[in-house]
């Protein structure tokens, strides 16, 4: 069976660029990487390394990102082709990517077809002085949920709240929504339960002190089922008994990668990544700023170093708070 792409090098290059378009994309488009567009002219579908698809107003509109990865600059044949395949493809725009820069006919070629070019190239930690993230580095805290224990109370035939419930693991996939992705666990509406009474965990001190809170989500018959023996059925209350702290990650400028994002109109977006140990496995925490050299967010990610069956069960919040690490430790 042949491989998608050559080298994963190649993929990983092409990874970054689609989490970078994703997180300077407008809210509600949907970054895919790689895709596969059907051509307007042959009917086949081509893959691309990464589309870009949202709406203005009632119009869909496509964006197509193809990566590069080699020692030297891309080339005009290389943007003669993308700019044939934008239009067989029916999209808006393309995006050529290279971790060379572009020669100075392919940069004329680019402009001459409306193709947008970017470079994307590692910097070091002493090249990135002057950027948004805070000279000292950074200071990541984070939520966490702990001995999370859980309790289901369904709906009798009649509509009416059982007066029994069972406890249930949290971590366990056995509710079904049609407004979340399904099965899921417990343990993520207890991030949903976060969002919407955030003032239920306020109290929270952000010095690692533990405190235990009580509370549960009512749900409307339909909204949520559970799966039982005798199959799915509404669920009336979920309860959540959950002891609730901060944990905080400090990350060096020196212990991070750091990425140039740039535009052939001078415009640049920053992005930095770090990783931190945390509980079992490992957090990655990235940065990255407008093209205005603006913070524009934070994202992180959590990978385990054990099976997830034999991993702790505690879970963190996903949005982490960056601060200098010269503040006085509280979160912003």
């Known amino acids: 069976?042949?491989?998608?792409?050559?080298?994963?090098?190649?993929?990983?290059?092409?990874?970054?660029?689609?989490?970078?378009?994703?997180?300077?994309?407008?809210?509600?488009?949907?970054?895919?990487?790689?895709?596969?567009?059907?051509?307007?002219t042959t009917?086949?579908?081509?893959?691309?390394?990464?589309?870009?698809?949202?709406?203005?107003?009632t119009v869909d509109v496509l964006i197509t990102v193809e990566c590069r990865k080699r020692?030297?600059?891309?080339?005009?044949?290389?943007?003669?082709?993308?700019?044939?395949?934008?239009?067989?493809?029916?999209?808006?725009?393309?995006?050529?990517?290279?971790?060379?820069?572009?020669?100075?006919?392919?940069?004329?070629?680019?402009?001459?077809?409306?193709?947008e070019l970017r470079t994307l190239s590692e910097v070091s930690a002493v090249e990135i002085e002057g950027w948004f993230l805070p000279p000292g580095g950074t200071v990541n805290v984070f939520r966490v949920?702990?001995?999370?224990?859980?309790?289901v109370f369904l709906f009798?035939?009649?509509?009416?709240?059982?007066?029994?419930?069972?406890?249930?693991?949290?971590?366990?996939?056995?509710?079904?929504?049609?407004?979340?992705?399904?099965?899921?666990p417990a343990a993520t509406l207890l991030h949903l339960l976060e969002r919407i009474r955030p003032e239920e965990f306020a109290e929270v001190p952000l010095d690692g002190t533990k405190k235990q809170i009580e509370t549960g989500i009512t749900w409307e018959p339909g909204q949520l089922q559970a799966a039982t023996s005798s199959g799915r059925r509404d669920v009336a209350f979920l309860g959540f008994l959950v002891v609730v702290y901060y944990e905080s990650r400090a990350c060096e400028l020196a212990s991070g990668t750091h990425h140039s994002y740039a535009g052939?109109?001078?415009?640049?977006?920053?992005?930095?990544t770090f990783e931190a140990e945390i509980f079992?496995?490992?957090?990655?925490?990235?940065?990255?700023?407008?093209?205005e050299g603006k913070p524009a967010g934070v994202g992180w990610s959590f990978r385990p170093k054990t099976p997830a069956a034999e991993t702790s069960d505690k879970l963190s919040s996903e949005a982490p708070i960056s601060q200098d690490d010269e503040a006085d430790g509280e979160g912003r």
């Open 156 to 184: 009798d035939p009649e509509g009416q709240r059982e007066q029994a419930g069972y406890s249930v693991d949290a971590f366990a996939p056995v509710f079904f929504s049609d407004f979340i992705h399904s099965p899921l």
């Open 264 to 272: 052939s109109d001078g415009t640049e977006v920053q992005r930095s």
């Open 1 to 40: 069976m042949k491989s998608r792409r050559p080298a994963t090098e190649a993929q990983q290059f092409e990874q970054l660029v689609a989490r970078i378009e994703a997180a300077a994309a407008p809210l509600g488009a949907v970054v895919k990487s790689p895709d596969r567009i059907r051509d307007l």
């Open 43 to 57: 009917g086949r579908l081509r893959e691309v390394d990464a589309s870009i698809r949202y709406k203005v107003g």
């Open 71 to 115: 020692s030297r600059k891309a080339d005009d044949t290389w943007i003669e082709q993308l700019a044939t395949k934008r239009a067989k493809l029916g999209a808006a725009k393309t995006i050529a990517v290279s971790a060379r820069g572009f020669s100075s006919s392919a940069a004329r070629t680019a402009a001459y077809h409306g193709i």
């Open 280 to 291: 079992d496995g490992v957090a990655t925490f990235e940065f990255q700023s407008t093209d």
């Open 145 to 151: 949920f702990d001995k999370v224990e859980c309790v």
